[in-house]
């Protein structure tokens, strides 16, 4: 199984921005999948997950701005972020659960498979 984000790029502060995240290898929609973001020296941090019947959960800074959402006939997962603020500025990473199992959270541990990272720089 892998993912792999796309559509970061540089935006003003006000902008918007859609990442992506293709899925191969596993085509159960059902799976709980999330964004992350890090900065260097930082840990890294969750910004939303969708579990398995699609309710969303995203980390206050982002709630009301940020929105993931899931296109399982494409296998792929989006975050839009809108209002983007400066210091939304990290590298945005997709991560798919592949444990069986209800849980589905904003924690780091909880996932197995993890992409490459895209970069997201907001400037004021």
């Known amino acids: 199984v892998q993912v792999a984000e796309s559509g970061g790029g540089s935006v003003q502060a006000g902008g918007s921005l859609r990442l992506s995240c293709v899925i191969s290898?596993?085509?159960?929609?059902?799976?709980?999948m999330g964004w992350f973001r890090q900065a260097p020296e930082n840990a890294r941090e969750g910004v939303g997950i969708?579990?398995?019947?699609?309710?969303?959960t995203y980390t206050d800074s982002v709630k009301g701005r940020f929105t993931i959402s899931k296109d399982n006939a494409k296998n792929t997962l989006y975050l839009q972020m809108n209002d983007l603020k400066p210091e939304d500025t990290d590298t945005y990473y997709c991560?798919?659960?592949?444990?069986?199992?209800?849980?589905?959270?904003?924690?780091?541990?909880?996932?197995?498979?993890w992409g490459q990272g895209t970069q997201v720089t907001v400037s004021s």
């Open positions: 290898g596993d085509t159960d929609s059902s799976r709980c």
């Open positions: 969708i579990d398995s019947i699609g309710r969303t």
């Open positions: 991560a798919r659960r592949l444990r069986v199992g209800t849980f589905c959270g904003l924690e780091s541990h909880a996932f197995d498979v």
